[in-house]
């Protein structure tokens, strides 16, 4: 089988780039994804929905067996568990939290500046705007006519717990400004999100492999095919191995091959296929076709930690549908050399699908520019078997200081009076492996759930104790906050992800033992090899990174049709 370009995964990535390479009708494209198709007419309702808190609990939706380290145990080994990475056609965007947002003009100057030429906000920007269809705003900095539909909550749908939080905090000194995707500076912003005009979610899969972009004779759409490797003739990449849904493999031949497989398994191919550290390499069997040292390095999170509260009736969100991550605050550490805005609070209606979950407000915090850097390394060459993933989460001290420190302001503004009759029992929480088990659905869970909520909703003054004793385990806010040794390592040991992993195939200037492409994302010392994903992020941006994803996927076609 022979094609033009090859293109090796359909997450949000993959399929712009799928789209836009196959606008040349002279051009052959194939889309290569290890997961399932899915369109506007085949998706689940759990995708489809503006309210996302169950997409990626779907087994159907995810890399089942990849965990991933976050922190340390106090042993100070690394504690793995599950990594929830999108399998299926549209990737993160068909699973994730919805959000829209950009980060900062001064995250892009800074990949410049690390040696991903062109890549400044000036730059970036034009792009970022052509994205976008944003039914709220105009203006220099927003789009009005791109395939993908963002606006902000509106007031109709606004819950009375994030309405109040807002408030809290703007009299607390956070304002209340009008828009996330503008001047960068602190303060509350109700959230950008991506949200079709018909209430429902857009994947990639949806909004760039439309049925027009599908229907095109130079395309061809590979879903539920496994990349097993790269193939190569001397150090030139002339297609890969592919293993189908019967299980056999078979091989397709390209003149190009873009990687669009994610930060995850982006460089687990290229580590399968020879092309990385040297002696990680052959230490797994394989044949070392290039050294390439920054292959799985400079593995970035936004590390994440939480507080959350039982929200009254009164102050529940009124719509079981709507989205959840209505409202954000964005606010600065202040510690030495940080930028503006580095850390980040989503202001969460409700803290799951489930019913304990519709009775829980929280703020989710995250260091939005975080230092500590991981890594992934190639345990077998079988493509069954996952990487080792290690984020080294809260490895530099800053990143640990900094959730403390939202920890604390997150109980402060909860513990507002002002909030007063629009929360009750506050706690400490975090998206830990018993959370994530206990929301999964199934009879047992959802009669265990029903009753815990039904207990809480009538306990009155002994709530507080019930949630302690049932929820925490016995940890309590007060507690954390009087003892600063028990709250370091209560954010050690439920530090969390945000499902923002980047970083592990960076782009920069080819002496840089550090970099993996060059900044159009060209593979160092490999010819027809390039990488157009997150993976190429060289520092994280202050954003949920689907987005600027979708912005990279973007520039790399047009460096690709520009020869570049």
Not at 30 to 38: H, S, Y
Not at 142 to 159: E, F, K, N, Q, Y
Not at 460 to 483: E, M, S, Y
């Amino acid at each position: 089988m022979k094609t033009d370009v090859l293109v090796l995964g359909g997450g949000s990535a993959g399929c712009v780039l799928a789209a836009r390479l196959s606008e040349r009708a002279s051009r052959e494209v194939m889309l290569v994804e290890a997961g399932r198709d899915i369109s506007p007419a085949t998706a689940p309702d759990a995708v489809r929905a503006r309210y996302p808190g169950r997409a990626y609990l779907d087994t159907r939706n995810i890399w089942n067996t990849l965990t991933a380290a976050m922190g340390r145990t106090r042993a100070g080994r690394p504690a793995a568990r599950r990594y929830e990475q999108a399998r299926l056609l549209g990737g993160g965007s068909a699973i994730n939290a919805l959000m829209a947002n950009r980060g900062a003009p001064s995250d892009y100057d800074e990949w410049e500046a690390l040696g991903a030429e062109g890549w400044t906000w000036e730059a970036c920007l034009p792009v970022f705007r052509a994205i976008e269809a944003d039914r709220d705003l105009d203006g220099p900095s927003h789009g009005r006519d791109g395939p993908i539909v963002v606006r902000r909550t509106s007031d109709a749908a606004l819950s009375p717990f994030v309405d109040r939080m807002m408030k809290t905090l703007d009299r607390r000194g956070h304002p209340i400004r009008a828009d996330q995707n503008g001047p960068w500076e602190d303060g509350t912003f109700r959230g950008v999100v991506a949200i079709s005009d018909a209430g429902e979610r857009q994947p990639t899969s949806f909004v760039y492999l439309t049925e027009a972009v599908r229907r095109r004779p130079n395309l061809r759409i590979a879903t539920e095919h496994v990349a097993e490797r790269l193939l190569f003739d001397g150090r030139r990449v002339v297609g890969a191995r592919l293993i189908g849904p019967d299980g056999r493999a078979f091989d397709v031949s390209a003149k190009e091959v873009v990687l669009t497989a994610g930060a995850i398994h982006t460089p687990t191919l290229l580590l399968r296929s020879g092309i990385g550290p040297a002696a990680e390499v052959a230490a797994t069997g394989l044949a070392v076709v290039h050294d390439l040292p920054g292959v799985g390095r400079n593995l970035m999170e936004h590390p994440s930690i939480a507080v959350a509260c039982w929200l009254p009736p009164a102050a529940r969100a009124r719509d079981p549908d709507e989205h959840h991550e209505q409202a954000i605050w964005r606010f600065s550490s202040g510690l030495p050399d940080m930028p503006v805005g580095d850390m980040h609070g989503a202001i969460l209606s409700r803290a799951g699908w489930h019913s304990v979950g519709r009775r829980t407000g929280s703020l989710f915090f995250w260091v939005n520019k975080s230092h500590s850097r991981g890594s992934l390394r190639l345990v077998s060459a079988d493509p069954r078997h996952e990487p080792e993933v290690d984020f080294r989460m809260l490895s530099d001290e800053r990143d640990l200081l900094r959730l403390k420190q939202a920890l604390r302001m997150g109980a402060e503004a909860l513990l507002d009076p002002h909030m007063d009759g629009f929360r009750d029992a506050v706690f400490p929480a975090s998206y830990t492996p018993r959370v994530a088990k206990i929301a999964a659905p199934g009879v047992w869970n959802a009669v265990q759930r029903g009753l815990l909520s039904g207990l809480l909703d009538v306990a009155g003054p002994l709530r507080p104790a019930l949630v302690h004793g049932v929820v925490t385990l016995g940890t309590t806010l007060a507690g954390l906050l009087a003892d600063d040794e028990r709250l370091t390592d209560f954010v050690r040991a439920n530090v969390g992800c945000t499902w923002h992993p980047s970083g592990t195939a960076r782009m920069g200037r080819a002496d840089d033992p550090a970099a993996v492409t060059s900044p159009t994302g060209r593979v160092h010392g490999i010819e027809g090899l390039r990488v157009a994903d997150a993976s190429l992020m060289p520092s994280i941006p202050r954003a949920n990174t689907n987005m600027p994803t979708i912005m990279i996927a973007e520039r790399i076609a047009a460096f690709l049709d520009e020869g570049r």
